[in-house]
Every structure is written in C-alpha cells, then in structure tokens.
C-alpha cells in the first residue's frame, strides 16, 4: 500500500503555532517517531510528510509543517513555503492548546473554508488545560469538528481518527473515474501509447497504468498499441472498440486511423476529469482563437523533469499554437509545486495532465486562475483545439460536447 501514487492519496495538513504538539500529535496518529519533537519552538522547519493506510479512508499523506506564531507571519507564509502545502490539503487539521484560540488559528480556519477545506480543531496538551464548553460550541456551530487531545501519551488519538473520517471530503476520497464510466464489461478499449525518446525506459507512465487498472477493474479488455500499429490493429479486430485514448501527443495520427464512429480521446483529456475540470478546461481552451501574437502563455508542468529534445510541454506545444495563431507567444514554463502569484499578466494557463499531484492541488490552481480571471485549460484540450480535432476529443462526453456547442455560438 505504500507504493499507492502520492497523487491519490489524500492529504492531510497539520498546522499551528510553534511548539503546540503537532509534530507529536503525526507521531501519535502513525504510532511511529516521522517527526522530530522537542520543547524548543521551531522544531520543525521543513514539512515532513507521511504516507499511510488509514482504515476505512485507504491511503492518506499527512503533512507536518513548521510552527508560526502569529498573524502578520501568515500573510508572508501565503506566499512562500507553506502556501503550498495548503494548496494540497485535502483536510486541514489545525492544533491549538489549552482554552486558547486566537487570531492567528481563526485566519488559518478562515483560508481553509474559503478553499472548502474541512476542519478539524485540536485542543492538545488537554492534560494541563482543557477548552472551555463555550468555545467548544462556538466551534462546532461553525463546522469545525473539536478533539481534545494529549499528544504525548496518543490520549484523544481515536477521536482524532474518527473526526478524520468523518470530516474526510467525499469528492475527494471517491475522486472522478478515469474511464469505466465510458465502457462496460466485455468492451474492448484500445489505448495508443507512443514509445518515444519522452517515454521512460523499461515501463509504462502513471495514467496508462491507471487506466489500464480501471478497465481490468470494469472486467472489461483492452488492447496497448503504438501509434504506428493502431491501423493494422483496427484490421485484425472483428468488432469495434468502445473507445480508443491515446497520448495528446499522436492526436493526428490516431484520429486519422480511428473510424469516425468510434469514440476517441487522450489520456490527459481523462486526466482532466480526473484531476481537474473539464468543463473548466474546455471554456480555458476556446480562449485559444482569441490569442494574439506578444500575448503571454504560462505552461504549467507538476513533474519536475529536465526537458528533453522535442519536449511537449517546451517543444511540441508552443509549435502547435504558434502554427495556429499565427505568429509569435511569449511562453514562461513552471514545474513541479511552484505556480506563479502574478497570474495577471498571462492570456491563458496550460496545464499538464497532472497524474503526479493530488487533485486537491489541481483545484486549488483552478481556484487561482479564477481569482485572477485567467482562463486555465490543459495539454490534451490544447492540443486538440490547436490541431483542429476538438469535438473528435471529447466526443465520449456529450454533455461537455453540448456544452461547447452552446458556448462556440
Ligand atoms: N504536557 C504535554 N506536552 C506535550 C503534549 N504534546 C506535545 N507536548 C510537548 O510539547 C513540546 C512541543 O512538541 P512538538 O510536537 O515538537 O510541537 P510542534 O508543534 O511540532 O512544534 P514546532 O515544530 O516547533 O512548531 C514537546 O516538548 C512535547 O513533548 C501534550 O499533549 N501534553
Ligand atoms: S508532466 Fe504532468 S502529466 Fe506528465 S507525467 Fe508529469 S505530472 Fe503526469
Ligand atoms: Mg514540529
């Protein structure tokens, strides 16, 4: 269970100020020393984060951050290190200690609710102070699940498991399928895998083998091909497959060799239900027309990876879109958890398919584009639109198909 991707697993944040016990209380809830722990404030300086099974959740990551003391600090935090670890907290679990809940713990609830982060509240140390009654009710009124805890000795340990569950957001932990919605027992999917100098040596990435997983799990089949063996493939088989995803990268070429009748997407199109929002996307990627050569595009990437020749995130995307609009776009690249605060001065956001981040974070950068009112699309939508095949892509979601039917009026 521990091999189960970090991107599935659900996030629980541990936040405070120095020194209350949180660092102890990951110690308790894992009944295992993650987490260094001392009497000197600050402690923890860099978030310590632990995967683990718990029942009947399935697996969880709990992120143990760095203590900060007051209000004013928060603000600078938004900004730097610890904006990110919010950015993937699926379930924010906020540590305070005997009857005091201040400024500082009501800010940290606030961003929570206004991200649709649930809350738990723990009152630890509860050996040498409890919380009184009022502030208990006060608490609870506004949703925020109450545990009084003793870190040191696991006491409260059970109940803080129990609100855990409880609290636990259900969209997250039954996030969207990736594709057995789209196929039932006994279809054939045919899955288009390209192996180029972008593939890893020796396997398959995370999103094929997710699918390939779902479709077992659908007792349904499915067929692995490269792009080159698709036409010959589609000759051997006396019946019609109930889809065919490719990689965005072979779009053409698949749809191409795919019969018009046969329903055909990319796997980072999947990937948008999955860790993101379609519909979001689609309305990002209709921006595309509206591009202007000067304008600026932000390619957001969630892998860290050196960028290799014929990259599509460097490469092959903004040749596709320069093709299309026409004349020249200024790109800025972002990888892994850094996202830009200055979204402002982009035209649009493409964004990978994201298989390595939880789909908390995904959102969270949804959030962000909206705030600033930036439209937001990813690498499967773009590709599509630029190439010109976008109804063929999401031809296996009529309701999102309709939509931008509706929209493109
Ligand atoms: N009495 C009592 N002491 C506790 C309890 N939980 C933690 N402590 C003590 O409080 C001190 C701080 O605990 P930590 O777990 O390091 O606190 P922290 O919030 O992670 O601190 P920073 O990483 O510095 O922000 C240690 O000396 C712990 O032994 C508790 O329930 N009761
Ligand atoms: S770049 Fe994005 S979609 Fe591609 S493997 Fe990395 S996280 Fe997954
Ligand atoms: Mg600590």
Redesign the pocket.
């Known amino acids: 269970m521990q091999k189960t991707p970090k991107g599935m697993r659900l996030h629980i944040g541990i936040f405070g100020r120095r020194n209350v016990g949180?660092?102890s209380l990951l110690n308790a809830l894992t009944r295992q020393t993650v987490?260094?722990?001392s009497n000197v404030a600050g402690?923890?300086t860099d978030p310590v984060e632990k995967p683990m099974e718990l029942l009947p959740i399935g697996p969880v990551v709990f992120i143990?951050t760095?203590?900060v003391d007051d209000s004013g600090i928060l603000g600078d935090m938004r900004t730097a290190h610890t904006k990110k670890i919010f950015d993937r907290t699926d379930l924010a679990i906020i540590v305070t200690t005997g009857n005091y809940w201040g400024p500082f713990e009501e800010e940290l609830a606030t961003e929570f609710t206004e991200r649709s982060v649930p809350i738990i509240t723990v009152f630890n140390k509860a050996d040498l102070e409890t919380p009184s009654d009022e502030l208990v009710q006060k608490l609870e009124l506004e949703k925020r699940a109450v545990v009084k805890a003793i870190a040191t000795e696991a006491g409260g340990i059970f109940d803080l498991r129990e609100a855990i569950v409880r609290q636990a957001p259900q969209d997250i932990i039954n996030s969207p399928t990736i594709i057995s919605d789209l196929i039932r027992p006994g279809d054939l999917a045919i899955l288009v895998v390209p192996i180029d100098k972008e593939a890893p040596k020796g396997r398959l990435i995370l999103p094929q083998v997710q699918a390939i997983r779902e479709i077992l799990d659908s007792d349904a089949y499915c067929m692995v091909v490269k792009e080159r063996e698709l036409r010959d493939a589609f000759q051997k088989l006396n019946s019609k497959p109930a889809i065919v995803v490719t990689d965005s990268q072979a779009f053409l070429k698949v749809a191409a060799d795919t019969p018009k009748d046969v329903l055909m997407t990319s796997f980072s199109i999947l990937f948008a239900r999955v860790k993101g929002n379609l519909s979001e996307f689609v309305r990002g990627a209709m921006v595309i027309d509206k591009l202007k050569p000067g304008d600026n595009v932000l390619i957001a990437e969630s892998c860290t990876h050196h960028p290799i020749t014929d990259d599509i995130g460097t490469v092959k995307i903004p040749r596709w879109l320069t093709q299309y609009i026409g004349g020249r776009i200024n790109f800025s690249h972002s990888q892994g958890h850094d996202f830009p605060d200055d979204l402002e001065k982009y035209k649009l956001i493409i964004h990978c398919g994201s298989c390595m981040f939880n789909r908390r974070e995904v959102l969270s950068r949804i959030m962000y584009a909206k705030r600033a009112e930036i439209p937001i699309t990813n690498y499967g939508l773009a590709i599509a639109y630029s190439l010109g095949i976008f109804e063929r892509a999401l031809s296996p979601f009529p309701n999102v198909l309709e939509m931008y039917r509706k929209l493109k009026k």
């Open positions: 949180k660092s987490s260094i722990v402690t923890t143990d760095a203590g």
